[in-house]
């Protein structure tokens, strides 16, 4: 089950929310994964994202302290993280071809003491379609 990409930034945090999004969408009243809009909450004013595609579902990584799950729909198959109020899009990742479904597991945790900054893993990974 190999890596197939990753992309990594830091994103500001205003209101302990920031999100993964499509690239097609713009803020508005999305707020559910099936529409393409994945909202994260943070402790920490900046944080480091890493989101990550994968060709089938990652093993869960054991040093993790939250972790959850969920679908989310891509129509345009490119994602980003966006910072609320300011839009600001960063972190671009091509995860496939158009109007593709994809299972998502969000892992956060903070580093050790030098460095106690809130990291967020998003891995996805094809979702099957159903039998």
């Known amino acids: 089950m190999p ?10 945090v205003y209101d302990g929310t920031f999100f993964v999004v499509d690239v097609s969408l713009s803020p508005g009243p999305c707020e559910s994964p099936e529409s393409g809009w994945l909202t994260l909450s943070a ?9 990550e595609v994968w060709d089938e579902e990652p093993e869960c990584l054991r040093e993790v302290w939250t972790a959850t799950s969920c679908v989310l729909r ?4 490119e994602i980003c993280a966006m910072e609320l109020y300011t839009d600001v899009q960063d972190g671009f990742l091509r995860l496939g071809g158009p109007g593709r479904s994809w299972n998502v ?7 050790d003491e030098a460095d106690p900054r809130e990291r967020f893993l998003v891995r996805l990974w094809p979702r099957e379609a159903p039998a």
Do not use: F, Q, Y
């Open 43 to 51: 402790e920490d004013d900046l944080v480091s994202l890493s989101l």
């Open 105 to 111: 597991r969000v892992d956060t945790w903070a580093d």
């Open 74 to 77: 891509v129509p345009t198959g």
């Open 3 to 12: 890596l197939v990409a990753r992309s990594d930034c830091e994103v500001s």
